[in-house]
């Protein structure tokens, strides 16, 4: 713990702020603590240390359940928390609350964490986050900004536990889907009623199905689009709506859906049922979407909270996803949206911690892996093997892995028995030429030639069996976890961009 007290030590008693209410760090004080070159921890015991720029370039860990990877990253969380980093941290487990909370206690941070879900009493915590109402007052964000961000949310929705994504055979409904998404919105909007998902519901369940409905004063009176569109009606005549965008919405539901055939309208209508079932139809999904936010991305970037989404994927299934989604999806969007101070200070870190990372990863990931590095951000992903990253993603070979990761650059092998995953280790690790000597001997009768030649061979530096060697830690091994972390640089202990290091578990994980 020495290297924790060294941390704290950078942090005069001038530089903290006493309130529990405000941050631990003064960035005007003490910005010298998120300068990149800050020293996290010595990897080798050789002066080859990760730094918080090695942080920022992303962190990915793989190996096996009981490999000891969650315990040994546990000292790279805690050092981060005590740097008064901002964190979102996903949870897939029940108990990864309690990891989490453990681990902020121990950083001095508790007043900063947020559970949304489950706290670690089992109890649903009174914190809620409106996606909707979030991303529709972002400063300028658009229709098309809002579309997106529910589309992939349905996306979420029909990725099935175990299941592949699905592929481009479902463009054709994506792109149905999305329109009707947008016109629901527009319809909204003009109207000047509150955005929510429940109204997008009802204007699609009451949108015309043909010339008769138009025709029906009755319906005309109950249907809430149609009521949407008299009060956009008088936007325009008020001149806050241009009259061609209300037109554009008009002519969509009286000409284009009113007219279209019956299954593609059922198809994107089931669609649109999903994803609103999603939001609405169970305790405490709905009451953590729906209402007024307690909590946003804001709370982490600009004040670094702690927001825990303890609703784990093995209870709450693809609803706790696409909540989970919902959050981390926000929060990336408004990291990469996030301007640099024009004063010159630093900006707060922040990380996206994800552990069993196959259940939240998404296309969009791989964008903000590389993105985000400029904005401060760190991404550390924990993950069993590649097999959970391939169905997942729908990947076919190892190399669209090592492209979906390229640019988490950090990574981090833990004993693993999968022959697959650790012959992705082994290739990502890469290979080095060796020069080999031979010696050759020759008789004739003028007596005994000797020679010797050199020639260079490419080997692994690591061969795929020695991952299944490394130490899990436990009582058998000392609480020593052994694994091999291969960095974009040059080790001094070993002259190569792989070591073999050691790391201690502590009682964080307990």
């Not at 949310?153 to 409904?173: H, I, N, P, T, Y």
């Not at 005309?220 to 008299?230: A, E, P, V």
């Not at 892995?401 to 650790?422: C, H, I």
């Not at 692994?460 to 020695?466: F, P």
């Amino acid at each position: 713990m020495a290297l924790l007290n060294s941390i704290k030590s950078w942090i005069s008693p001038q530089e903290t702020i006493q309130d529990s209410t405000d941050t631990c760090i003064n960035p005007e004080e003490a910005p010298h603590v998120w300068e990149s070159s800050t020293q996290l921890l010595d990897l080798t015991g050789c002066g080859d240390w990760l730094t918080l720029g090695d942080c920022f370039t992303g962190i990915a860990v793989f190996g096996a359940a009981g490999s000891g990877k969650t315990s040994s990253l546990a000292t790279i969380a805690q050092l981060l928390m005590i740097l008064d980093c901002g964190f979102v941290w996903l949870c897939a487990k029940p108990d990864e609350v309690r990891t989490a909370r453990k681990i902020a206690a121990a950083a001095g941070r508790e007043q900063d964490v947020i559970v949304i879900g489950e706290d670690v009493d089992g109890v649903i915590t009174r914190h809620r986050f409106n996606p909707l109402q979030y991303e529709a007052g972002r400063p300028g964000q658009g229709t098309s900004s809002v579309t997106t961000y529910l589309s992939e949310c349905a996306k979420v929705l029909s990725r099935k536990e175990g299941e592949r994504s699905g592929g481009e055979g479902d463009r054709f409904w994506n792109d149905q889907f999305e329109r009707l998404l947008r016109y629901c919105i527009d319809t909204a909007k003009y109207s000047g009623r509150t955005l929510s998902i429940d109204l997008l519901r009802e204007i699609q369940l009451s949108a015309p199905l043909g010339n008769h409905h138009l025709a029906d004063e009755a319906w005309l009176g109950s249907s809430t689009c149609w009521q949407c569109l008299k009060e956009a009606e008088e936007g325009v005549n008020q001149g806050e709506i241009p009259n061609t965008d209300f037109l554009r919405v008009l002519n969509f539901w009286i000409k284009d859906y009113a007219t279209l055939d019956v299954k593609p309208r059922s198809s994107i209508d089931v669609m649109f049922a999903v994803l609103v079932d999603a939001f609405t139809a169970e305790e405490p999904i709905r009451y953590i979407l729906s209402g007024n936010s307690t909590v946003t991305p804001d709370d982490v970037i600009d004040r670094g909270k702690i927001v825990i989404l303890s609703l784990a994927t093995n209870i709450y299934h693809g609803a706790g996803r696409m909540a989970q989604f919902c959050f981390k999806y926000s929060f990336q969007r408004a990291m990469l949206a996030r301007r640099k101070p024009l004063d010159g200070l630093l900006m707060r870190p922040t990380v996206l911690w994800v552990d069993e990372a196959h259940s939240f990863a998404h296309p969009f990931d791989s964008q903000y892996f590389r993105e985000v590095r400029s904005n401060r951000g760190i991404n550390v992903d924990l993950e069993q093997g590649i097999g959970g990253y391939m169905q997942a993603m729908n990947f076919h070979s190892p190399d669209q892995v090592d492209d979906f990761l390229q640019n988490l650059a950090t990574k981090f092998f833990f004993q693993n028995n999968s022959p697959e995953t650790n012959r992705f280790a082994a290739e990502a690790i890469g290979k080095v030429l060796i020069s080999k000597g031979t010696d050759s001997f020759s008789y004739s009768t003028g007596g005994m030639s000797i020679s010797d030649s050199t020639t260079q061979e490419e080997r692994h530096q690591i061969i795929s069996g020695q991952f299944g060697l490394l130490r899990r830690g436990g009582s058998k091994h000392n609480c020593i976890v052994s694994g091999f972390v291969l960095r974009p640089e040059i080790y001094h202990s070993t002259g190569t961009n792989v070591a073999l290091c050691q790391f201690q578990q502590t009682d964080l994980t307990q």
